[in-house]
């Protein structure tokens, strides 16, 4: 037998091992045929891309069906070996183990898969030989544009990147991701000086991205339910673009996002944490020996603003304070401020770890995804998020049950206000302010039935409204009383916080007169009672010992949370309703998300008996009966934007 008839041989074998393998799955073991594929698609055009580069991964099928029957889906061949077809292969074979094929192959591309109409025993050959790409003439075919349809919606972005950098090989299941990875590549200049800067993005596909599928499925990346273009584009947004790494801390750092992948696999992964609770986690306190020249622990906190502009992070440094002075013996902290809302922080972070710090807290949302980065390339330390929207292997999260307060907010307007209309002012609509809005709502119409909340956001997109602005139009709505988003930690920060009446100055414009009610934030309790339970070895870094990630969302009964309210203003009545309700919520006999409640569409959204958990709270879309406003688009104000960790 000679040598090309045994690779037949061979290659006929694998290729009857797949069509076995799908024929027992019920389904059909030839290869895809576009011509059946298109029997219901209306193509507006043909587009000739000329001769390109075709990743043969991408290569699925034939374009017609007599043509299909001859291989598996593997495109591994299935005619007898005596036949015509079976010669023909091996003289394919024989051209390109000897000299190497030229002719280009023909093709249709459809979303972004290739469709061979001439050239089959070439593609088959080629893939037995595991070669990557193959060049081809290719023309593609333009499925009329569907709005419903988001396969059609993704290929006509993905169309779009292609004419841009000419890349076809990386594939993405979210249709804005396309632009986030041109954001992200544009200015791409390679370090091999010998690529010419209008091949950039061909060397960027070759080097930089197969290098990187390479060690995503050397490491089992291809097992995962998402695209090795998703996976890819998580790395860039985590990493940034380098052809610097050497080989093992290219796949070290692959391998804590696969890791960070495979741990997103629902809520059953993640630990929430409610209200204090110490678990004990034994052999932990051994990976806290290095603490610091001092032998103290020491604690970073890592801000977006500063305290002197900030009433946000004012409040967080007040709870640092509090910890080194009620822990002074035993831990030492140090703050950072002003970092930038994006990976730009990552340096800053790690210069923090270099320091020595074991735990460091980082006080906004913004901050996740230079926080995941740092976290993944420094196992041995802490990093912990202040945000309630994800949930990753390497980053604890921490923040608190905002609504419950402003749910006693609400009681409080809604018994004082004359009117019967509020005013809420709130910056931009990310989830926990949504809850906190539905929430103040609630309160409001638990004493006022007819109360209504006029809703105005102050950021939109980019543009930031003026708060005296924002006030002088819900006046004009004939509001009486409004809540700010502020929380009170000092009023040197901000005049407008909490629920207040209005009153006209000299000036004509609306100023606070009477605060009435107020949340607060007491984030020392917190960052204490963390801290001690790390010293205790109570809580370990990252997972416990079930491999759920530990996160934190306290309310009321925590103490991380407070609600102060105008005793003087607020009558003896609403006073202890105010206090009855918020016993009940420390108590947790009442919740304040029970039906039955209303969306603004006079839909029942939550049946009487039923309460809204956790998930349902964090992933509110919607605003409560009574609210007069609306939610802006919500997408731009997500603070990671990777395809992971959202647990709600």
């Known amino acids: 037998m000679s040598a090309e008839l045994n690779e037949y041989v061979s290659a006929r074998k694998l290729g009857l091992k797949e069509y076995s393998n799908y024929i027992s799955q019920g389904r059909s073991g030839y290869l895809p045929f576009l011509d059946g594929i298109l029997k219901n698609i209306d193509i507006v055009s043909e587009v000739d891309l000329g001769i390109i580069d075709i990743p043969l991964r991408k290569v699925k099928g034939t374009y017609t069906y007599l043509r299909s029957i001859s291989f598996a889906r593997n495109y591994m061949p299935l005619m007898e070996i ?35 109409v001439e050239g089959n025993k070439r593609v088959s050959v080629l893939k037995y030989l595991d070669v990557f790409s193959y060049h081809g003439k290719v023309t593609r075919l333009i499925p009329k544009y569907d709005e419903n349809n988001k396969d059609i919606r993704i290929y006509y972005e993905f169309m779009d990147f292609n004419k841009k950098t000419g890349i076809n090989e990386i594939w993405l299941s979210n249709e804005k991701g396309y632009q986030e990875l ?12 010998f690529v010419d800067m209008s091949d950039r ?19 089992g990346g291809d097992k995962l339910p998402i695209t090795t273009g998703d996976a890819f584009l998580d790395f860039l947004k985590i990493h940034g673009i380098s052809e610097e790494y050497n080989e093992e801390e290219f796949k070290d750092r692959i ?10 696999s629902g809520p059953e992964a993640i630990d929430i944490q409610q209200s204090p609770a110490l678990k004990v986690e034994k052999g932990f306190i051994s990976r806290l020996a290095n603490l610091g020249h001092s032998g103290k622990l020491k604690v970073g906190f890592a801000h977006v603003t500063d305290s002197k502009t900030s009433s946000w992070t004012y409040s967080h440094e007040l709870g640092r304070m509090h910890l080194e002075q009620v822990l002074k013996d035993s831990v030492e902290t ?6 930038p809302e994006s990976n730009d922080a990552a340096p800053i972070l790690q210069s923090m770890v270099d320091e020595g710090c074991r735990i460091i807290f980082t006080t906004s949302p913004t901050l ?7 976290a993944m390339d420094n196992p041995e330390c802490n990093l912990l998020n202040c945000s309630c929207f994800h949930s990753f292997k390497h980053v604890n999260t921490y923040f608190g049950r905002i609504h419950e307060p402003r749910f006693l907010s609400g009681i409080v307007a809604g018994a004082m206000s004359n009117a019967g209309k509020l005013g809420y002012i709130a910056p931009y609509p990310t989830t926990d302010i949504i809850s906190g809005l539905n929430a103040f709502t609630l309160g409001a119409r638990m004493v006022n039935p007819r109360c209504e909340v006029y809703v105005r956001w102050t950021v939109t997109g980019k543009e930031r409204l003026d708060a005296d602005e924002v006030t002088a139009e819900l006046v004009s709505k004939g509001v009486d009383i409004i809540s700010h988003h502020n929380t009170l930690v000092n009023r040197m920060f901000s005049k407008e916080y909490g629920v207040y009446t209005l009153k006209k100055t000299d000036d004509g414009d609306y100023a606070p007169d009477k605060y009435l009610a107020v949340p607060v934030w007491n984030w020392g309790i917190f960052y204490e009672k963390y801290v001690r339970s790390i010293q205790a070895g109570g809580t370990r870094l990252g997972a416990d010992s079930s491999g759920r990630v530990r996160n934190y969302w306290w309310g009321l009964d925590s103490g991380l949370l407070d609600f102060f309210y105008a005793k003087r203003h607020v009558p003896p009545e609403t006073r202890k309703l105010v206090e009855f309700i918020k016993t009940s919520i420390i108590s947790q006999t009442y919740k304040v998300f029970s039906g039955p409640i209303y969306d603004i569409n006079g839909n029942l959204v939550v049946d009487s008996g039923d309460e809204l958990q956790r998930e ?3 992933s509110m879309d919607w605003l409560v009966e009574g609210i007069i406003g609306e939610i802006p688009d919500m997408d731009q ?3 990671s934007n990777l395809s992971t960790g959202k647990i709600v």
């Open 182 to 193: 041109w954001e992200i590549i544009k200015d791409y200049n390679p370090r091999n000086r």
């Open 334 to 339: 140090v703050s950072r401020f002003n970092l």
């Open 368 to 374: 996740i995804n230079p926080t995941l980065k740092v």
């Open 201 to 219: 993005f061909k060397y960027f596909a070759s080097s930089v991205y197969n290098n990187f599928r390479k060690a995503f499925y050397q490491l």
């Open 82 to 116: 005596d036949s015509e077809f079976a010669a023909k292969w091996q003289n394919v074979y024989n051209a390109q183990v000897q000299e190497g094929l030229r002719e280009p192959i023909k093709v249709y591309e459809y979303l972004n898969w290739f469709y061979v």
């Open 616 to 618: 349902q709270i964090l």
């Open 637 to 639: 104000y997500t603070p």
């Open 255 to 264: 391998w804590r996002l696969l890791s960070e992948l495979r741990y997103y």
